[in-house]
């Protein structure tokens, strides 16, 4: 192909995908994108994984015998925010990037230089905050949570990597959250109303409306922390008239948001899912779509419920304590709705409707937790303790994480037009969900018996669960495995082609068009009925 | 569907039963499952709140749950089921909205009224100031001459696996605090360095620790007994190893004990006032300086002084060490503020100051040769 032409035919969108590493590096195309979002996020949560076994090594049984305490905390940071920042969240990106333009009939994101940017400054992000792990002095050893003043006047040298890493972080996350809603406002073709978008549409909508709201807020938190540790600021020190509980104001005013950021998206993936096995429309679209706005702008005002130990007066505590009871209404709609999608309906059992029924058990059970956990005074009983490790690991990991191995399963024979290996995928799902449990439901019971979390060694009475807890850990590590093994044959399109449709009962535009999905979708928009 | 709720009830019973069952353990108790009612009327409340919160999510757990799991036995495509076409309801969505709406109101009252009780700490007592540091706990008895520092007791070689592990294994402090039963304790606190967490599980006490600011919390323990928590908010490297012991005695007994403390407390520094004018040979300032090096120093400076390259600065070799002495005086006396070296002034007595000043100018290799007499640190500390 001469230079010439390809000037003139520059408007031609039916050239296929160039090839190389230039395809990757210098790509606009939605599809690639978010082929580059999931696998950067699969190596992050293998990379996180890791630091989670080093963890659970040392936790194995009791004193000290793998890692010194000071690299224990080291691990304990770097994987909360190696699996938030680098695992959940680029996943939700990736899935909306391949996904979005597919549901709402688009051709592309709307803005695709900046797609290409938002995805390749993370890898650097993630190298910077890695890197600092080798140098003298360690990563950030404060818990990813960074309270000041440990994270600036008696946190090491390297918390300048830390806060400039987590600022790309919150960059990348801006750009990808601005094309998700400039894409959903201008790009849905003609007839796709806002009451017609799918669920995934709208639950990503919201989530990039709350990562715009409280990324700023984050990059306002670490730039204080490094104003505080290097250039003699006092935000943060009672000294210079500045309080270290504002920090945590601050941070959990980003943190609260975050943790819808990481699950409402779910929330859309299950609703595509379980209707799709149950052959029936879901149940409730509209009040789920009034439950995810309202526990969204519910998010904004049950930041202290982190804090209920920091000494607020008793009033702020009230105010905390019930309008994080009311997020269990919302949350509560949407569960029941899903059961009653599936209620009288005409069920199947394929890998990603095994994912999503194991969501809405088990992020129900950390849902409810989470409910125990908003009542002041029983959580000074189970603030900071493994209870809560228990609850949030819940929701992410047979939450969050469950919905992104869901949506993969769901998704990935319209990607690569065949279906992957069905036997691995069973065994992958079953041994996940045994291992996950033996992993994560003791932890209640050290947390409710008085483990604290974020120590290296325990009391001998917590050592027996926790000897169950590191072999379910391991075993769960391992389980990663064989979804590894899985998507590589997939990537290698190994298996049996499928039809457009995929799934019977699947509806949608992304159902539509043809499997494996063409480089260039809806060049001319659809008709929506 | 009669057999299926049966079923439903057995197991939610033998949830209760198991939970209920699980509670009647002590504290060394290997299978212990569920939070410990304490010793304290709040701490027995709190436990009731904590099993009513408990049970009601076990119920709409299961009857949600239940519910899933009756369509995916009955509702499936391999029975020949053909699907409903419903998809919503005004009736049935404004239900499940009023009614959890309704349940949290129900558990919103018991929790505010022991809340608004745990938050009353006026009318003490007994008041005592609590103020953590990395890594030990200093308490201050407000109404008498007695403060201390309280630190933990467990071996290093326990921890490294050298040792069998005891008992109490990293629950067991050199000095616990010491309250009276019955009476109205009042905890202030607060720390000296990053933020810690004074936690007593027994007692449903845990308050942050935050510099700068004194946080209040209070007790009235029922039992006389040894109650023990941790640090329960991270504070750096050895967050794992900063135990609270509290031993509660009957009142008459306390008054003796705080007494005794008094006396005791005013003779060392009588007697400290009288190692003044005493000098210490060099082999009483190294043994002595090792072992009050090993327990106030070495969990940042390492043992072996090399501390931990760009976290804890070492001790061997450096400009201090060969060419300032009082700058070495000064550190350890006063602290540097802005890191994590803390002010010793308050924490060891001028021999002790004096010895481990030796101990750090001549162990390792240093061998500077030179000594420090406990009058040398009195002078900086009066500011001769």
Wanted: aromatic share 14%; hydrophobic share 50%; with cysteine.
């Amino acid at each position: 192909m001469s230079t010439a032409t390809t000037e003139l035919d520059h408007d031609d969108h039916h050239h296929g995908a160039p090839s190389g590493i230039k395809r990757w590096l210098y790509t606009t195309n939605h599809k690639d994108i978010g082929t580059l979002y999931l696998w950067f996020a699969f190596i992050m949560f293998l990379v996180g994984g890791a630091m989670a076994m080093v963890i659970r090594a040392e936790l194995f049984q009791p004193g000290l015998q793998i890692v010194d305490p000071n690299f224990f905390n080291q691990m304990t940071t770097v994987h909360g925010l190696i699996m938030v920042f680098g695992a959940v969240m680029p996943a939700f990106t990736g899935l909306a990037n391949w996904l979005v333009p597919m549901m709402i009939g688009a051709p592309d994101m709307a803005l695709p230089r900046m797609n290409n940017w938002s995805f390749w400054i993370l890898p650097g992000a993630f190298t910077i905050l890695l890197a600092s792990l080798f140098m003298e002095g360690g990563g950030p050893a404060f818990g990813w949570t960074f309270y000041a003043p440990l994270s600036t006047t008696y946190s090491n040298d390297t918390t300048a990597l830390f806060v400039f890493s987590v600022h790309i972080m919150g960059i990348s996350s801006i750009m990808g959250a601005i094309n998700v809603i400039v894409t959903i406002f201008n790009m849905r073709a003609p007839g796709m109303t806002w009451m017609k978008m799918p669920l995934f549409v709208w639950t990503w909508l919201i989530t990039a409306f709350l990562l715009i709201a409280v990324m700023p807020v984050l990059a306002g938190a670490v730039t204080m922390v490094l104003t505080d540790k290097y250039f003699g600021t006092s935000f943060f020190d009672a000294a210079g008239g500045g309080d270290p509980v504002m920090f945590q104001h601050i941070f959990w005013f980003f943190g609260h948001p975050e943790v819808y950021i990481m699950i409402l998206p779910a929330f859309g993936i299950i609703s595509a899912i379980i209707p799709t096995f149950s052959r029936k429309k879901l149940f409730g679209y509209a009040s789920m779509v009034y439950a995810t706005t309202s526990i969204a702008l519910l998010s904004f005002i049950v930041w202290a419920h982190h804090m209920f130990t920091t000494g607020m007066p008793v009033e702020a505590e009230l105010f905390f304590m019930f309008a994080t009871m009311l997020i269990s209404v919302p949350t509560g709609v949407k569960v029941f709705n899903w059961v009653a999608t599936m209620w009288r309906g005409s069920m199947t059992f394929e890998v990603p409707m095994l994912f999503a029924l194991a969501f809405i058990v088990l992020f129900t059970i950390g849902g409810l937790s989470g409910l125990m956990l908003a009542i002041v005074p029983v959580d000074f009983q189970y603030h900071d303790t493994y209870f809560v490790v228990a609850h949030f690991h819940y929701v992410l990991v047979t939450g969050a994480i469950f919905s992104i191995m869901a949506a993969v399963y769901y998704w990935l024979p319209k990607w690569t037009g065949k279906m992957f290996d069905v036997t691995l995928a069973k065994w992958h799902f079953w041994c996940s969900l045994i291992s996950v449990n033996v992993l994560f439901f003791p932890m209640h019971f050290v947390g409710l018996a008085g483990m604290p979390r974020r120590i290296p060694d325990y009391a001998l009475q917590f050592a027996d669960f926790n000897k169950w807890i590191s072999l379910g850990g391991f075993a769960f590590g391992l389980s990663q495995l064989i979804f590894l093994a899985l998507l590589i044959k997939a990537c290698r399109k190994q298996g049996e082609p499928v039809s457009a449709q995929v799934w019977d009962g699947a509806e949608g535009l992304e159902w539509e068009i043809p499997s494996p999905a063409p480089y260039h979708t809806f060049d001319t928009p659809p008709v929506v009925k | 569907m009669k057999k299926i709720w049966s079923g439903a009830m057995t197991i939610l019973t033998s949830i209760i039963a198991f939970s209920a069952f699980a509670d009647s353990g002590t504290a060394v108790d290997q299978y212990q499952l569920n939070l410990r009612k304490g010793v304290t009327d709040i701490s027995a409340e709190v436990y009731d709140l904590h099993m009513l919160m408990f049970i009601i999510c076990v119920v709409i757990g299961l009857l949600v749950f239940a519910a899933m799991f009756w369509s995916m036995f009955f509702h499936r495509k391999s029975r020949g089921v053909k699907p409903a076409n419903f998809h919503e309801s005004v009736k049935v969505e404004i239900a499940w909205t009023i009614i959890p709406f309704i349940i949290l109101i129900v558990m919103a009252f018991p929790a505010a009224k022991t809340l608004i009780a745990m938050e009353d700490s006026s009318n003490p007592d007994v008041t005592v100031l609590v103020t953590g540091s990395q890594w030990k706990w200093h308490y201050k008895y407000m109404e008498n001459d007695v403060e201390f520092f309280s630190v933990m007791a467990t071996q290093q070689e326990q921890i490294n696996n050298k040792f069998d592990k005891g008992e109490n294994y990293l629950l067991e402090v050199d000095r616990p605090l010491v309250i009276p039963t019955g009476q109205k304790v009042r905890f202030l606190v607060t720390s000296d360095d990053v933020i810690h967490s004074w936690w007593v599980p027994d007692f449903a006490v845990k308050k942050d620790a935050n510099p700068g600011f004194i946080n209040e919390a209070w007790t009235r323990v029922n039992e006389p007994g040894i109650y023990r928590g941790q640090c329960a908010e991270l504070c750096g490297k050895d967050h794992g190893f900063m135990p609270v012991v509290v031993v509660a005695k009957d009142p008459a007994e306390y008054n003796a004990w705080i007494a005794e403390q008094e006396e005791m407390q005013r003779k060392a520094k009588e007697e400290e006032q009288r190692l003044l004018a005493m000098n210490m040979s060099m082999d009483e300032l190294m043994t002595i300086g090792e072992q009050v090096y090993l327990r106030a120093c070495a969990a940042c400076h390492q043992p072996n002084g090399q501390g931990l390259p760009g976290v804890f600065p070492s001790l061997v070799g450096t400009d201090m060490i060969k060419n300032d002495m009082p700058g070495h005086i000064d550190i350890v006396v006063n602290g540097k503020t802005g890191t994590a070296m803390q002010a010793f002034s308050k924490q060891l007595t001028m021999s002790e100051i004096a010895a481990v000043v030796t101990y750090e100018r001549n162990a390792w290799g240093n061998n500077t040769g030179e000594m420090v007499q406990a009058k040398d640190i009195n002078a900086v500390m009066t500011g001769q």
